[in-house]
């Protein structure tokens, strides 16, 4: 079993940079490969991006290839997502969430965390 809290979302800028983080537990959070996928009003929730359980490996969206960066550290149990050059359409609640390998499919996921919003003005 895994629980999984977001933290670290806001209000900011465009162009300016926000660092959301996930915090987990259970003995067994570093099997998990991690993900993060977002839900804009009147979208379906996508993914944005992941991570294998040992860090070596990610994956991300087009839209924010190159602009947000997703690390974990296992020690700390610990996922997190760096959002730079932050757009207005990066607007949204994101979540966190574990999974048995690093799907862009949210149903292939097991354990999700409640989400954080993120707002960006233009």
């Known amino acids: 079993q895994v629980q999984l809290v977001e933290s670290g979302g806001g209000l900011v800028q465009a162009g300016g940079s926000l660092r959301l983080s996930c915090a987990a537990s259970?003995?067994?959070?570093?099997?998990?490969?991690m993900g993060w996928f977002r839900q804009a009003p009147g979208k379906e929730r996508e993914f944005v991006a992941s991570?294998?359980?040992?860090?070596?490996?990610?994956n991300y969206v087009g839209s924010v290839e190159g602009r947000f960066t997703i690390s974990r550290d296992n020690a700390k149990k610990m996922v997190y997502l760096q959002m730079n050059s932050l757009k207005s359409e990066d607007t949204a609640i994101y979540y966190c969430?574990?999974?048995?390998?690093?799907?862009?499919?949210?149903?292939?996921?097991?354990?999700w965390g409640q989400g954080t919003q993120v707002s960006v003005s233009s």
């Open positions: 969430a574990a999974g048995p390998g690093m799907a862009t499919m949210p149903n292939k996921y097991d354990y």
């Open positions: 991570i294998s359980w040992s860090g070596a490996a990610t």
């Open positions: 259970g003995r067994t959070f570093s099997s998990y490969a």
